[in-house]
């Protein structure tokens, strides 16, 4: 279940709003809106603003097919990096003149942007648009999109990460698929000969070696909160989590890759110098596909060691202030209707519903029966790196203190102990 968080905050100046969803960011009372089936005669221009990610290019590509059922709704799509998203959408849900009508929301940001007024309640529009089952999305992508009972969000994409692996790397070295961490210390050490290493690491200071770090505290049987929402990284099983990250760290990730990320660790594996990496379940289309390089075929996902992982997501939310918010409905209901998914599915896109795994077209034409099978097992035991208001700035610090141990600048006990210390000051 999403832990309820009372603890009132301020986010970029503005004043916190006691009832959520029954005020908009700029203080003007609202009611949340009923309107579920959008009449196909709908004129309006819907603005978004979403992540510069290869899901808002298939997005882009549907919109054609959205216009032969609501020729009168003009879509516009503006796509940033991440790191230029939050101030923007802070300045348009503040202002009386709004820049976005719909937005992509980051996990971390639904428990700051909805107590904040600045996301509608969509309870009673999903409630009323016909043939939505919205509990057909994954149970772990809607609890991101609940605050306090509320829902302000629908699923649009996840980030939930897998074990990504050579098969033929693994079976010439006569090793399984690791399904523990004593597994995939083992089996990585193992991998690492001359001229391969076992695992491609991301240990960057901050959000990428909190996300990846987190799996292995998972799988040590460790969380990141404790039932009351207090700091539960110190703990004996985050101590062996650590340990076990920086022995991997020292004897089965590339040399000098301290300030890794995504993009290093990724091409590490699909050009064969490491034989795995944790990474996005969706990369394995990547890693495969018609443009990968000559290993492309070879790899496989799997659940993480310990079988629970880490989960991001991204929802569509619809701004209080927004100009357009029935169209914008309309399109967010359209976009993530089951017959869509399937499309956007086929084309490569992240799976957000059990269903369109399942699907025939989506199995035939897809990635493979074996892809989708570990993407459910994925999707079905997985939880974020935060929950509560002032995630991002948690996430951060506590990232931070985790490069400090694998650099050898603080002890196990030293960085966990800070780590905790710092989810207790932001989010306590």
Known sequence: MKKVFTKAFALAGAT???AAGCATGTGA????????????DTSATVRILMEAVPDTDIVQGLIADFNAEYPDITIEIEALAFDQMRDKLIASFQSSEPTYDLIVADNPWMDDFAPAGFLE??????????DFD???????????????????????????????????????????????????????ATLTTGGQTGLAMQPQRGYKIFEEWANFLFAAGGSIYNEDGSGALDSPEAAAALEAYIELYNNSAPENSLNWAFDEAFRSVSTGESAAMV???????????????????????????GGKQVLGSWSWAIPTNSAAPDAAWAFVSWITSKDV???????????????????????????????????IAILSNAA?????????????????????????????EEALKAANDAINSIQG
Request: charge should be negative; avoid cysteine; glycine fraction near 10%.
């Open 384 to 412: 974020p790196l935060s929950e509560g208001a002032g995630g991002e700035e948690m996430i951060q610090a506590v990232g931070t203190e985790l490069s400090e141990a694998v650099a050898g600048t603080k002890s196990v």
């Open 279 to 305: 990474s996005y379940n969706w990369n394995l289309p990547k890693l495969n596909g018609p443009d990968a390089g000559d290993l492309a075929g070879n790899f496989k996902l799997a659940p993480m060691p």
């Open 341 to 375: 998914d399937v499309q956007r599915m086929i084309a490569g896109g992240a799976a957000i519903r059990q269903s369109t795994l399942e699907n025939e077209s989506v199995l035939a034409e897809g990635f493979g029966a074996d892809y989708y099978a570990a993407i």
């Open 29 to 40: 009372e609202v009611e949340a809106s009923s309107v579920g089936e959008v009449e196909a």
């Open 121 to 130: 309640p969509l309870d009673d529009r999903i409630a009323n648009t016909p």
């Open 16 to 18: 916190v709003l006691v």
């Open 134 to 188: 919205h509990e057909d999305f994954f149970g772990p992508l809607r609890e991101i999109t609940d605050v306090d009972g509320v829902t302000y969000g629908v699923p649009f994409y996840n980030y939930a990460l897998g074990y990504l692996y050579n098969e033929k790397t693994l079976a010439d070295a006569g090793v399984s698929v690791p399904t523990s961490l004593d597994e995939l210390v083992a089996t990585s």
